[in-house]
């Protein structure tokens, strides 16, 4: 079974521009859930998707949202990029809901903000 | 509240000793803990995980030794190798909202 497929690997932006960020889950794995990645804060929830539903949300400014397909694929954006934006953007994917079931992670899409 | 305190940052370890890694909470709600693994350049993944009705697991190398009534939870992995050199996190859920992270331990295994 293909793992947590996550694209692209790497993006280099420029502050003021915006981004978006693709995830493809495990086959049959309905929720999604988004995390920044930085050394200093660790890993911190954005955002879960479950059946195209946003179940859950962490605390980042509105310039970061997302979206889940039909397909169980889930699209994170970045809005008006900040240097502090640049993370690694990790998506974790899991058959029940974020929390009450494994999360199997994907390698992650790495942001530079210049 | 809904802070897991991961202890310490970094870890160095001859290789064949014990590596100790402690995490600490305070929501109660919490009975969920697994423990992931990262290496360099990959996502993290799954290594164990423990719910409160235990207060050991095993797997193999790895255990989750589990102190509810002090709201702590650790993992020692046992004649630790060089390839065990990753990032560790533990992590805690009340089981319907997502995990809630510690901030990691750097583990490197020396020979």
């Known amino acids: 079974k293909a793992g947590v497929t996550q694209t692209p690997r790497y993006l280099i932006k420029t502050r003021g521009q915006q981004v978006t960020l693709s995830c493809s889950p495990i086959s049959g794995h309905r929720s999604v859930s988004w995390y920044q990645q930085t050394p200093g804060q660790g890993l911190q929830f954005l955002f879960e998707?479950?059946?195209?539903?946003?179940?859950n949300k962490g605390n980042f400014p509105g310039r970061f949202s997302g979206r889940q397909f039909s397909n169980s694929r889930s699209e994170m954006n970045v809005s008006t990029l900040e240097l502090g934006d640049s993370a690694l953007y990790l998506c974790?994917?899991?058959?029940?809901?974020?929390?009450?079931?494994?999360?199997?992670f994907g390698p992650g899409t790495r942001l530079t903000v210049l | 509240q809904q802070q897991v305190k991961q202890s310490p940052q970094s870890l160095i370890v001859q290789k064949g000793g014990i590596s100790i890694i402690n995490c600490a909470y305070e929501?109660?709600?919490?009975?969920?803990f697994p423990w992931y693994q990262q290496f360099p350049g990959k996502g993290p993944a799954l290594l164990i995980a423990i719910r409160p009705d235990v207060s050991e697991k095993k797997e193999g190398r790895f255990t989750i030794s589990f102190n509810k009534s002090a709201k702590q939870f650790s993992l020692h992995i046992m004649d630790s190798q060089p390839g065990d050199s990753a990032t560790y996190f533990c992590a805690a859920s009340p089981g319907n909202t997502p995990l809630v992270f510690g901030k990691g331990t750097r583990l490197s295994v020396i020979a």
């Open positions: 929501n109660t709600a919490f009975d969920y």
């Open positions: 998707y479950f059946s195209e539903t946003q179940r």
């Open positions: 974790a994917s899991s058959l029940a809901a974020a929390g009450a079931d494994t999360q199997y």
